[in-house]
């Protein structure tokens, strides 16, 4: 059994799939505390559900692209089945993981995007390094900017890691925080190959809406 928040079909909000219909696997849980956190409501409740279940849910809302996320959906041992299982189906899965659990437990078919959290996330002590050993070309690694340092920190890190020859990257704002003419005017500055983005699930509902 997992624990689930919610499931919902929504518009995709962020990654190279923005803007295309998704239907959205919430699992109950995280072991992160980011300052910036928008699903708090997520950390506890929901309610058990079998793999079957979900995935009988899941194809109700007659859309192949899913995403499974959190929370941190990768504290239940199940989900690597339950991605599985969605792939036997013909979707196309997408893990959204903070970085901090082992994301080698997922099968290769499934599209992993993983965050590095920046300094002012107060979590960056626990980026799983080992992590990037398990990305390939098709996965998306996400950067999320409260200001200049956070963004100077990813610099480095995309550098240090030549990151940019390993997978898609993506950087955004922690919303309302920083302008993002900023964090464009350092992108084109510094030549960097990543994929600015905006949330756009917060542009066209109130950004405390959930289900959405």
């Given at each position: 059994?997992?624990?689930?928040?919610?499931i919902y079909q929504s518009i995709q909000g962020e990654s190279s799939f923005a803007g295309r219909p998704c239907v959205f696997v919430r699992t109950t849980g995280c072991n992160l505390r980011c300052v910036w956190c928008d699903?708090?409501?997520?950390?506890?409740?929901?309610?058990?559900?079998?793999?079957?279940?979900?995935?009988?849910?899941?194809?109700?809302?007659?859309?192949?692209?899913?995403?499974?996320?959190?929370?941190?959906?990768?504290?239940?041992k199940e989900v690597p089945e339950l991605a599985k299982a969605l792939l036997?189906?013909?979707?196309?899965?997408?893990?959204?993981?903070?970085?901090?659990?082992?994301?080698?437990?997922?099968d290769d078919r499934v599209i992993k995007?993983?965050?590095?959290?920046?300094?002012?996330?107060?979590?960056?002590?626990?980026?799983?390094?080992?992590?990037l050993a398990h990305i390939s070309a098709k996965d998306e690694i996400k950067f999320v900017l409260k200001d200049e340092a956070d963004y100077q920190w990813a610099l480095d890190?995309?550098?240090?890691?030549?990151?940019e020859e390993k997978a898609s990257l993506l950087m955004s704002t922690v919303?309302?925080?920083?302008?993002?003419?900023?964090?464009v005017a350092w992108i084109l500055r510094d030549?960097?190959?990543v994929r600015f983005q905006l949330q756009l699930h917060k542009l066209v509902w109130p950004k405390d809406k959930k289900g959405v």
């Open positions: 059994m997992i624990q689930i928040s919610e699903t708090e409501y997520a950390f506890f409740g929901g309610s058990a559900m079998s793999i079957q279940e979900i995935v009988s849910q899941v194809e109700s809302h007659q859309c192949s692209l899913v995403e499974i996320t959190g929370g941190e959906p990768l504290l239940q036997e189906i013909g979707c196309t899965v997408l893990v959204e993981t903070s970085g901090e659990r082992d994301i080698s437990v997922l995007i993983m965050d590095l959290k920046c300094p002012d996330s107060g979590e960056c002590s626990k980026n799983r390094w080992e992590n890190v995309i550098r240090q890691h030549t990151l919303f309302g925080e920083l302008p993002p003419a900023d964090v030549r960097l190959n």
